[in-house]
């Protein structure tokens, strides 16, 4: 039986999964206050940190355009009537996941809370199996091998 879409559930998204870490990051450095160890006014956390949330920004904002272009919806839970190749989507699969994880390790970087970093890493994993996994099943069932070719000539992160 062919699903509708990739995920039921309005909890099975980025902004959940992401905002949950982020939140759990602030705890944790409440609770363990880390730092990279720069200078109290140091530029350099800023220098690095600044670009990496531009350029993820950027990447959300492209793959979510060039989605509006074709007409597919970015969001999960919404059946999608074609698999997106154009644009970012020529060099990753999943470039919103990319940008958002961009973007919160600038995020973290610019202000100093090592524990965005550190949570990253689970946060990554959780998107894979919580979000990707399920909306491959989703494109491989509705599409099949047009979203096999697909997936093999195309990274899934980079």
């Known amino acids: 039986m062919q699903r509708e ?15 949950a870490s982020l939140a759990l990051s602030f705890v944790l450095h409440y609770f363990w206050p880390l730092s990279f160890g720069m200078p109290s006014g140091s530029l350099i956390p ?3 940190g600044a670009p990496l949330l531009f350029g993820g920004s950027l990447i959300i904002i492209l793959s979510k355009r060039e989605l509006i272009r074709l007409g597919q ?19 990753s699969r999943n470039p919103m996941y990319t940008g958002l994880a961009l973007c919160y390790a600038g995020l973290g970087i610019a202000i100093d809370k090592p524990w965005l970093l550190i949570m990253l890493v689970p946060t990554v994993i959780i998107v894979h199996y919580l979000l990707i ?14 979203f096999m070719r697909y997936k093999k000539t195309v990274r899934r992160w980079i």
């Open 46 to 48: 800023h220098l690095i």
């Open 133 to 146: 996994r399920p909306e491959e099943r989703y494109l491989e069932a509705k599409f099949g091998e047009e």
């Open 73 to 91: 919806p970015s969001e999960p839970r919404k059946p999608t009537s074609r698999i997106v190749m154009g644009g970012l989507y020529k060099y």
């Open 5 to 19: 879409a990739a995920h039921h559930s309005r909890w099975r998204t980025a902004d959940v999964v992401f905002g």
